[in-house]
């Protein structure tokens, strides 16, 4: 029992590490609760953990794989930098100059989002590659081998450190959104943490 309690616990502690760092989940999450609703960022939420899970399940079946296939071509890690960089430029210095009217409509699914941006983030994959090799190697054993129940409550865990973790972003957001000039204020908080994110993981990626 203690066993089992202890995969349930790390999973928690573990996807909530990897969530914590701004990233496009938690951009998605925070712009829903201040342009619409908190309600509408409890989807993103959803199969966002979900999404975590499948990057986990991959990175715990798949290590050697995944790991060969970023070294092979780090220009996808590369390119996600890139992205991140760009959008805190756009958030920073040129999102509060266009006229909301002009924005285009997008009726994108909140679920496909949370989804699709939990999933196609190499960033993530690598740290759970990393993650659970760390755990297999200095904790306990964690690999496709470790019984069932053990995996199932670690997913569990991960699941719910995951979507905790981004609610307690919407409730921040949510928070700033009732602040006078909010979404100026919260565009270049968001610009500025992607900037320096950026710059930091684009340091990080050049050393290694």
Same mark, same amino acid.
């Given at each position: 029992?203690?066993?089992?309690?202890?995969?349930?616990?790390?999973?928690?502690?573990?996807?909530?590490i990897g969530a914590l760092p701004l990233g496009a989940v938690n951009l998605?999450?925070?712009?829903?609760?201040? /342009?619409?609703?908190?309600?509408? %960022?409890? #989807?993103? $939420? &959803?199969?966002?953990?979900?999404?975590?899970?499948?990057?986990?399940? @991959?990175?715990?079946?798949?290590?050697?794989?995944?790991?060969?296939?970023?070294?092979?071509?780090?220009?996808?890690?590369?390119?996600?930098?890139?992205?991140?960089?760009?959008?805190?430029?756009?958030?920073?210095?040129?999102?509060?100059?266009?006229?909301?009217?002009?924005?285009?409509?997008?009726?994108?699914?909140?679920?496909?989002?949370?989804?699709?941006?939990? /999933?196609?983030?190499?960033?993530? %994959?690598? #740290?759970? $590659? &990393?993650?659970?090799?760390?755990?297999?190697?200095?904790?306990?054993? @964690?690999?496709?081998?470790?019984?069932?129940?053990?995996?199932?409550?670690?997913?569990?865990?991960?699941?719910?450190?995951?979507?905790?973790?981004?609610?307690?972003?919407?409730?921040?957001?949510?928070?700033?959104?009732?602040?006078?000039?909010?979404?100026?204020?919260?565009?270049?908080?968001?610009?500025?943490?992607?900037?320096?994110?950026?710059?930091?993981?684009?340091?990080?990626?050049?050393?290694?």
């Amino acid at each position: 029992m203690t066993s089992l309690l202890l995969y349930f616990l790390l999973g928690i502690i573990s996807a909530i590490i990897g969530a914590l760092p701004l990233g496009a989940v938690n951009l998605a999450v925070i712009r829903a609760t201040t /342009t619409q609703t908190i309600h509408n %960022a409890f #989807y993103i $939420i &959803l199969t966002a953990g979900v999404g975590e899970i499948l990057l986990a399940t @991959l990175a715990l079946y798949y290590n050697i794989e995944l790991s060969h296939f970023f070294t092979q071509y780090p220009w996808v890690q590369g390119s996600f930098i890139f992205v991140f960089f760009f959008i805190g430029i756009y958030l920073l210095f040129i999102k509060n100059k266009i006229n909301p009217k002009n924005y285009p409509k997008l009726h994108t699914s909140k679920l496909i989002t949370g989804f699709s941006l939990a /999933t196609l983030n190499p960033p993530v %994959a690598i #740290y759970w $590659i &990393l993650a659970i090799s760390w755990i297999d190697k200095y904790i306990f054993e @964690l690999t496709p081998h470790t019984p069932f129940v053990s995996l199932l409550l670690f997913f569990f865990g991960i699941y719910l450190g995951k979507t905790t973790t981004l609610y307690c972003y919407g409730l921040w957001g949510h928070k700033i959104a009732q602040q006078k000039n909010s979404k100026t204020k919260l565009s270049r908080i968001l610009g500025v943490a992607l900037i320096i994110l950026s710059i930091f993981q684009g340091i990080k990626f050049i050393a290694e």
